[in-house]
Structures are given as C-alpha cells and as structure tokens.
Nanobody, 121 residues
C-alpha cells in the first residue's frame, strides 16, 4: 500500500494562495490516479479535485473550479494542489488520496494524514 505525506498547509488571508504537496512512497506512483479531499469541522469529507495516472484527465468540485489546480510530477512521486483566490469557506483539513487504479473512478486505496488550511476573512 502506498504511503502519502502532505505538506504546505497553513494560515492565509482571503484572496491569498497556498500550494499543497503530497509525496507518495511504497508504490508505483505512475500507475494510479490521485486526488485531494477536504473536511471542514462538522462536515463530511468531500472531493476537491482528482487527476488520472498520466495527468491527462482531471476533475474539480464546482466550488473550486477556476481557483484550484491539481498537477503531478511523476519523477518526484508528488501531486500538488495550487490554491488561489482562497475564501474562508475553503478552511478545512485537506487530505491526499491514492486511488486503486489509473482513473479516479476506482476506489480510494490510501489516505494521507491531512494538512490544515485556514483562510481568514
């Protein structure tokens, strides 16, 4: 099972930017799709964005379209989440996830430990 470690969270003012990173180990990174999820206090964990094994296909939640960008660097075994124009409602713990297959229509196989993102108004 692949291990995932997120980094890059923190406190930012509304309108600011953050870039999250998720380093993968213990598996063949290029074989599986990756995703970012988030969970705000008292709410369910929801998908934010996902990317296919080769980066050729992506999906975004409506709430982040045009503001967030997912990308992956196969050479570095890392997936990134660039977050721009952040809003207070983006405040949540962000989790990196590895899917069990090459597309994001497969099951989640592994989760990272999460990283807190707080956006102040």
């Amino acid at each position: 099972q692949v291990q995932l470690v997120e980094s890059g969270g923190g406190l930012v003012q509304a309108g600011g930017s953050l870039r999250l990173s998720c380093a993968a180990s213990g598996g063949t990174f290029s074989n599986y799709a990756m995703g970012w999820f988030r969970q705000a206090p008292g709410k369910e964990r929801d998908i934010v964005t996902a990317i296919s094994w080769n980066g050729g296909s992506t999906l975004y939640a409506d709430s982040v379209k045009g503001r967030f960008t997912i990308s992956r660097d196969i050479a570095k075994n890392t997936v990134y989440l660039q977050m721009n124009s952040l809003k207070p409602e983006d405040t949540a713990v962000y989790y990196c996830a590895a899917y069990s297959g090459s597309t994001y229509w497969t099951n989640i196989d592994s989760w990272g430990q999460g990283t807190q993102v707080t956006v102040s108004s």
